[in-house]
């Protein structure tokens, strides 16, 4: 069976969403994250996409992408399948990590872009995490500080779209 051709974005962002196999934990501890964030920020870097907002759950992880150049699968494949090496053989186990390829989903408006945003903050809450400023596996302090102490994200154009916007 083919796969479907994905679908394009004018505006340029996308949402991308990445479960574990069977709904399995991607991460057991803070070395995972921050290994799969190192990964993402060098290949997302290298293939020139830019995340916008991230967020990091126990069995799935929330990307907000700009992809001027449609090289997102190529950075994907890459993050993804070190990630998979890297994650299965500290854990010993074998096979797939990953349920299918990752979703993504084209942002076509400012009004959508602003509402991914939320929902790619709000996950943690959804979760039962108490408080997004204590949750530190996400974009948030991004948007709240000014800066990603991870250096995964830029924050600037939601920011700009944000502060420029009409109320």
């Known amino acids: 069976m083919t796969r479907t051709a994905r679908e394009i974005s004018v505006y340029g962002y996308y949402h991308v969403v990445q479960k574990g196999c069977g709904g399995q934990l991607i991460f057991e501890d803070a070395d995972d994250r921050i290994y799969l964030i190192r990964l993402l920020a060098s290949k997302c870097r290298k293939y020139d996409v830019n995340i916008i907002a991230w967020c990091l759950m126990d069995n799935h992880f929330h990307l907000m992408v700009d992809d001027p150049y449609d090289n997102l699968s190529k950075a994907m494949q890459c993050a993804l399948t ?29 009004t959508q872009a602003v509402q991914l945003l939320d929902y790619i903050h709000l996950n943690p809450v959804k979760g039962a995490i108490d408080s997004l400023e204590a949750y530190r596996w996400s974009s948030f302090r991004a948007y709240q500080l000014g800066y990603d102490p991870f250096d995964l994200c830029d924050a600037a154009p939601m920011l700009c779209l944000l502060y420029t916007s009409p109320s």
């Open 82 to 110: 070190a990630y998979a090496k890297y994650f299965n053989g500290k854990t010993g186990r074998t096979g797939h990590l990953f349920d299918n390829r990752y979703s993504r989903v084209a942002v076509e408006s400012d």
